[in-house]
Nanobody, 125 residues
Framework: VQLQASGGGPVQAGGSLRLSCAHS????????VAWFRQAPGKEREFVAA????????AVADSVKGRFTISRDIAKNTVYLQMNSLEHEDTAVYYC???????????????????WGQGTQVTVSS
């Protein structure tokens, strides 16, 4: 599975960005695609995940109500819509994918075998 993340960039606090994760044609029947982020000096942090077949989502408490994850099956793309951005959202954002993950493991970076390159999001206050 190949993943290509894009859409990052500089933005002012309160602004919005939409990240895209283009993935190769779905080969797993129960593939989960997730977004993680990593700020300098910090561990990689779960942001959101979506099950491609059913559209079931999970969102971290730290971004709930501001970030939304969605998928476009026809375009083989998963989106992360980020609104009301805060300086603390500054990080490199990565998309990851794997199959047959139990729901409780969706937030664990170690559960994912496939990773895209990161895209930098910089929020200025």
């Amino acid at each position: 599975v190949q993943l290509q993340a894009s859409g990052g960039g500089p933005v002012q606090a309160g602004g919005s960005l939409r990240l895209s994760c283009a993935h190769s044609k779905r080969t797993f029947t129960r593939m989960v695609v997730a977004w993680f982020r990593q700020a300098p000096g910090k561990e990689r942090e779960f942001v959101a995940a979506i099950n491609l077949s059913g559209g079931i989502t999970a969102v971290a408490d730290s971004v709930k109500g501001r970030f939304t994850i969605s998928r476009d099956i026809a375009k083989n793309t998963v989106y992360l819509q980020m609104n009301s951005l805060e300086h603390e959202d500054t990080a490199v954002y990565y998309c990851a994918a794997d199959s047959t993950l139990i729901r409780s493991s969706w937030s664990m970076p170690s559960a994912y075998h496939y990773w895209g390159q990161g895209t930098q999001v910089t929020v200025s206050s």
